[in-house]
DNA sequence: TCATCCAAGTTGTATATACAGGCTAGACCA
DNA sequence: TGGTCTAGCCTGTATATACAACTTGGATGA
């Protein structure tokens, strides 16, 4: 059952677990190497093949004579990460609330219930919420969640913690697929987000993944002149630099 | 000037090149640990690092027993790769075909000059095509090309070539920066894209660099309904294998 | 002829060792 | 006090060696 893991495999997830448990915080100085050869009886070599695939996977930084450091999670991946939104917002300098308008267990109608793997009528939660910066609605966040991934849904505080916070605390995702697409959303919708007429819509349709099932599926509407999605995208194995002066493309946009 | 590269980097470099020259074919065979071993005088662990780390970066694809093959460029990234249009529609099964509507020099304005990097008024390639997809136009690509970067832009013929694919074979591209947002396009590309009205249009502002600087800046217009951008997320540290089974989402938008 | 087995080549991992170079705290000296 | 220097720790790389597991083709035998 249990694959025999390799051992730089081992030190890799002891310190991942050390991380993702709060234990070490970024910018908090992880075990050097000669420390992991005393303390997990490893060679150096195995030791040193763990802690850089850690620096090529964004985890830690190692800086030649002083050590390997956690590094900040808002450095990682710029690209496509499914960062939450308050994270987004706060990013920007923006303040972030957010107000919870359904949360309540509910039947998986037909596409919902395809999403997420169920029986039709099935028991999913809905979450509704919209999202502000600095009192400006950003996002209307519909979301359903498998109940069994998530019991305690309902009883969460939701104006406190978001959604994708909450379930990324229950167990950590680990894939999701992700379809972009603009729209002119229905009125509801519309005055959620207080949009003119005539204004467009960004929605995110975005399904995740954990332990190989699918866990939460979420419709993010963003209105089209408030929000967008930036990528940065470097070829397999060229560095990733960024260009030293990154214009903003948003004043771009007619 | 040349900073001594570490000896596995030099091998990875050799390898690359055997690849993008295309002297090595995808699913070709790759020299071996043990050729490369006795080829370039380096140890077998130099060389394993070598080819473990084109592995992970998509290069090769390894096989305990048999050997190390060149992967297909296609299975990369199927994360905001940056394929030509034409290519998307391929993948899909559909015909593409592309029509010019204006290919000139022409002085660059404010926006243009500062996204390229260039004087005001400087002379900078401008292409407006709308490409279609069985006939039903899915892209307008309105494109401003760097005047020194690719000379020959004039004379291109762009209803058999997509400027996507000449620009890459001109130099490979090295970064791009993306922004997607949705948006009510004017009347002329509401035209050209047979857009209803009360329909969005999903706009992808993408700036694409080469050897340090800007080269080609394009507004990529589709219309709400006919188009939507896939992504596919893993974090870092955890395989890539697909679910297996991907409803497409698509069903879901309302 | 057909099935089986095995040797050789390949990748995957692990270890011990070595040297180079970066960084820092503390010793040392003026 | 203030500057300099060095010992010690750290990462980065390179090598030689070893064993395990997988794959394939050819030898072997029924």
Chains 1, 2 share one sequence.
Not at 47 to 69: I, P, Q
Not at 84 to 98: N, T
Not at 223 to 239: D, I, N, Q, V
Request: with cysteine; glycine share 6%; hydrophobic share 35%.
């Amino acid at each position: 059952m249990t694959a025999a893991k390799p051992r730089y495999q081992e030190l890799k997830d002891y310190i991942i677990e050390k991380i993702s448990s709060g234990e070490l915080q970024p910018s908090d100085r992880v075990p050097s190497e000669n420390e992991l050869v005393e303390a997990k009886s490893v060679s150096r070599m195995t030791a040193n093949r763990a802690l850089r695939e850690l620096t090529d996977e964004g985890y830690v930084e190692r800086v030649a004579g002083r050590g390997t450091f956690v590094s900040d999670y808002r450095s990682r991946s710029d690209l496509l990460e499914l960062k939450s939104i308050a994270d987004e917002v706060a990013a920007r300098g923006g303040r972030h609330s957010s107000r919870v308008v359904r949360q309540s267990l509910q039947h998986a109608r037909g596409e919902i219930a395809k999403a997420l793997h169920v029986e039709q009528g099935s028991d999913v939660f809905h979450l509704l919420l919209v999202h502000s910066e600095d009192g400006a609605p950003i996002q209307v966040e519909d979301r359903y969640v498998l109940s069994s991934f998530a019991p305690g849904c309902l009883e969460q505080d939701f104006d406190r913690i978001t959604p994708s916070a909450y379930l990324t605390g229950v167990a950590p995702f680990q894939e999701a697929e992700q379809v972009v697409r603009a729209s002119i959303p229905n009125s509801a919708i519309r005055r959620q987000l207080e949009m003119n007429d005539g204004e467009a819509c960004l929605v995110v349709m975005r399904r995740t993944w954990s332990d190989g099932r699918p866990v939460t599926f979420a419709r993010l509407h963003h209105p089209g002149s408030r929000y967008e999605l930036t990528g940065y995208y470097t070829p397999p194995g060229t560095s990733r630099t960024a260009p030293a002066d990154v214009v903003q493309l948003e004043n771009l946009s007619q």
